[in-house]
């Protein structure tokens, strides 16, 4: 193996087991995290899958915003006219099949939808009938990093990030200045009437192995038949070799959706 002086200016990035110490927690096994089971009917037998990985706004907007995008008028009517746009196109796409397809889920990035947009996912998905995964940017009140699943009826849900990682409410262009963030404490699996599972992870959180085991296997459970993981992350490619190794490792099916480069 090359020495680290050797490998120029790239660093070493490895999923961590567990916690190591980062900025506002000390190294450890996960705290408790409970799961939680909800019922919502999906089709598990053949399901269609759109992933929506588009060039998000530049990351200055999310820094001088607070990662708030609708404070940047300018930038996200645009943006939110480009993605309204998107689900006009993919409808179409679908019905212009020759035999017309049935969304079953919409996926979208890590902090890549404005809040005000989500009015438009919750249309969408009752006029399509597909579950939409979504990350969201944060809300007014807090620094949370939030992804919400919208089903056809029924409220959202939102499950909030465990995990932080070194872009999480960063404030400036210097990598050490953290904003507070707070994290989130519950991972939720969705349940079908077959008895299929699917479940939902937040970029970092997906590096953690306990958590992948906690999600899949707590109380003796199967592992999830589908994981979806929302990502904005800059190393595409070792997430994509994490999703084909625990797609073996739990005999699951992964999908991965981060922002296009």
């Keep these: 193996f090359p020495k680290k002086g050797d490998r120029g200016d790239k660093d ?79 409808k179409a796409r679908c019905q212009l ?53 919208v089903a056809p009826t029924g409220q959202p849900i939102y499950y909030r990030k465990i995990t932080r990682s070194q872009y999480d409410a960063q404030g400036s262009v210097d990598p050490e200045d953290r904003n507070s963030l707070n994290r989130g404490g519950q991972l939720f699996r969705f349940k079908n009437k077959e008895g299929a599972t699917f479940g939902v992870l937040i970029c970092y959180d997906f590096s953690h192995l306990e958590l992948m085991e906690r999600l899949n296997l707590e109380n003796g459970s199967a592992p999830l038949d589908l994981l979806f993981v929302v990502s904005h992350n800059p190393f595409g490619e070792l997430y994509r070799s994490c999703c084909i190794a625990d797609s073996h490792r739990f005999y699951q099916h992964i999908v991965m959706c981060n922002v296009a480069d």
Excluded at 58 to 75: F, K, M, N, Q, V
């Design 97 to 149: 099949q020759e035999t017309p397809i049935t969304l079953d889920f919409l996926v979208l990035p890590e902090v890549f939808v404005p809040r005000s947009f989500l009015p438009e996912l919750v249309k969408f998905s009752q006029e399509t009938g597909a579950i939409v995964i979504a990350g969201l940017d944060y809300p007014d009140e807090e620094n949370a990093n939030e992804c919400v699943i």
């Design 12 to 90: 070493i990035i490895l999923p961590s087991q567990r916690y190591l110490k980062t900025f506002d927690i000390s190294a450890g096994p996960v705290a408790a995290t409970p799961v939680i089971t909800q019922a919502l009917e999906w089709n598990s037998r053949k399901p269609f899958v759109a992933f929506c990985q588009l060039r998000s706004l530049p990351i200055e907007t999310y820094r001088t915003t607070g990662y708030r995008l609708s404070a940047s008028r300018s930038d996200v009517t645009l943006f939110k006219s480009r993605l309204a746009a998107k689900l006009v196109e993919l």
